[in-house]
């Protein structure tokens, strides 16, 4: 019997036959991959944990109730209601998918009302909404960069960003995180050449809780005959007195040229946007890949994050409620002798620097019935892995007492505070 034959059917695993030209296996790769397995194997994988209940500031994961922390529900809308009642009201009108591209048969009267709503809500002429925030960046940046344009990025900008950058025709240059002398050096440096000029910043630094420099980013722009666009994701709903996000915050709506944003956070929802120009998002519209060629977000996700931006526009007691756990949980983590990074927004990173004791430190609040995200290399720079957490409107001030005593216990054992 030939070793075909004898392969079970259920063996989605077979190996390449060997050929005179073969170099290796495209799999290789993967199959050298153990780390992950090994860490699991030993109680030491913290990533991909099934949650089986939500209840804002807790969570049912493995029969236990946990605290939860570095979530991104800032306005704590995702138990809402009101944005349940509206999600099944669009899945009875519209039912459960689109099945097809916003350019054909894909676009819905929910999609407009959504965009028109969003336009306003930003103060610009207009808005266009994607699957997903990442594959907003993508599309945007993807179709607006020709040959000769220029990024200027943010080193510690979203993978997203940089994706769509890669996509694109144009150039990328990075200067490190929120120093603007080097980027003016940048620029300067490009002085004179060919082509446009973008520079591309997160609003809020999904790492470190830091806000970009905007007025000096804008002042940049305008000097060199720049664009700007900032990613919004974690800053819709949370900065700005009307949560308009990063550019309210500074009083600079009128100098950002786009805002990307995302319904995975703030929103509860999914999805993404981005606001600005008629001209320029209609261009989008008609040549954005990620956009074109992929089904049309779907109307429960819409219908949910319509009703969130109604309840962020009407009701800022959700912000008022999250800075004031902002500030028990930044305070409190400060107070016990963490390093929280100078983080000024909702996501607080607690420094722990060595990949291994912030595994050993993610465990110990494990154990402890507190759900924590460690980030390591590459989502961080090596030696500056952190505890991410982050704080919502529905977290109570006694489950951040708890978080903030297990963080201290746990601390003081592992000799970080
Ligand atoms: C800064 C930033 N931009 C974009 C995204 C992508 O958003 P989405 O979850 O909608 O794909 C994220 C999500 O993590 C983010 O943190």
């Not at 030491?44 to 944990?49: A, I, L, R, S, T």
Request: hydrophobic share 40%.
């Amino acid at each position: 019997m030939s070793e075909t034959v004898a392969t079970p059917k259920t063996d989605r695993n077979p190996q390449p036959p060997p050929t005179r030209e073969r170099t290796g296996d495209i799999f290789d790769k993967a199959y050298a991959f153990t780390r992950a397995d090994e860490a699991a194997a030993v109680g030491m994988h913290p990533y991909f944990k099934p949650i089986a209940e939500q209840h804002g500031g807790t969570v049912v994961v493995e029969g236990r109730e946990m605290i939860i922390t570095g979530s991104n529900d800032y306005l704590g809308l995702t138990q809402d209601p009101r944005l349940k009642a509206a999600a099944r009201g669009a899945l009875d009108n519209f039912g459960t998918s689109c099945t097809g591209s916003r350019f054909l048969t894909g676009t819905l009267t929910l999609h407009e009302a959504l965009e028109d709503r969003l336009a306003e809500f930003l103060r610009t002429e207009s808005a266009l909404t994607f699957s997903a925030g990442f594959l907003g960046s993508l599309a945007v940046l993807s179709a607006i960069a020709g040959r000769h344009d220029i990024f200027y990025f943010d080193r510690e900008n979203h993978a997203c960003l940089y994706d769509g950058a890669r996509l694109s025709y144009g150039t990328l240059r990075k200067y490190e995180h929120n120093n603007l002398d080097e980027l003016e050096d940048l620029l300067a440096r490009d002085a004179g050449k060919p082509g446009g000029r973008m520079i591309v910043t997160d609003g809020v630094f999904s790492m470190t809780g830091h806000i970009a420099k905007l007025p000096g980013i804008v002042a940049l722009a305008r000097k060199y005959g720049a664009r700007v666009v900032v990613d919004d994701a974690h800053a819709t709903g949370v900065l700005g007195m009307g949560g308009r996000g990063t550019a309210e915050h500074f009083g600079l709506e009128n100098e950002v040229d786009l805002v990307l944003g995302t319904f995975s956070k703030s929103f509860a929802s999914v999805g993404g946007f981005v606001a600005g120009p008629r001209m320029v998002v209609n261009f989008i519209k008609h040549r954005a890949r990620p956009f074109i060629y992929t089904a049309a977000l779907p109307a429960m996700q819409m219908a949910a994050a319509l009703e969130a931006l109604e309840i962020m526009d009407a009701e800022p007691e959700h912000r008022e409620k999250l800075w004031r756990n902002v500030a028990q949980l930044r305070g409190g983590m400060n107070r016990l002798g963490f390093d929280t990074l100078g983080s000024e927004t909702p996501i607080v990173p607690v420094m722990t620097g060595d990949d291994d004791l912030t595994m050993a430190f993610w465990r110990g609040l494990w154990d402890d019935g507190v759900f924590t995200t460690p980030a390591l290399p590459p989502s961080v720079p090596t030696g500056h892995a952190i505890i991410r957490t982050s704080v919502n409107a529905n977290h109570t001030p006694e489950q951040l007492d708890r978080l903030l005593e297990s963080f201290g216990r746990v601390g003081q054992q592992l000799g970080v505070i």
